[in-house]
């Protein structure tokens, strides 16, 4: 797989577990089931559910939340496998994640205007954010 849509993908997973523990989780599920399109949105709802639960049970446990990133990371390189054009799908739901979801993290420095990242990267998995383009194995154009 292409290491643009394996990031791609370990993005989406990362956007989807950390929208578990806040208010945008249902709306997390939503995206997921109009990306897989499938129509059993109940057992959809399930797996998010048990994963939810299992987070909000013990919150610093890194191992429950590494298993969730990687099992989840795996589901999306597998659809992105499937139909390529998913990958359009996949940057509208880490776009769409991060804009509702919750601040978990403290406010930037008084008087600051510019964007405050957040991110988790759990084993060998990478995080990439940026408040502009971005550009993967190609230099950047003038």
Do not use: C, K
Request: aromatic content about 4%; charged content about 25%.
């Amino acid at each position: 797989m292409d290491t643009e849509l394996a990031t791609l993908a370990a993005s989406a997973a990362n956007a989807l577990v950390g929208a578990l523990t806040t208010e945008t989780w249902e709306r997390a599920r939503t995206l997921i089931a109009r990306l897989r399109g499938t129509s059993d949105t109940g057992r959809l709802a399930l797996e998010l559910a048990e994963d939810r639960e299992l987070l909000l049970a013990d919150p610093a446990n890194a191992r429950n939340r590494a298993a969730l990133t990687a099992a989840w990371q795996q589901r999306f390189r597998t659809l992105i496998a499937d139909d390529p054009d998913a990958a359009r799908a996949f940057l509208g739901l880490v776009a769409e994640l991060a804009e509702t979801a919750e601040p978990t993290r403290p406010a930037g420095p008084v008087g600051s205007t510019g964007p405050t990242f957040h991110a988790e990267s759990h084993d060998t998995s990478r995080v990439y954010q940026a408040a502009g383009d971005m550009n993967f194995g190609r230099p950047p154009q003038p």
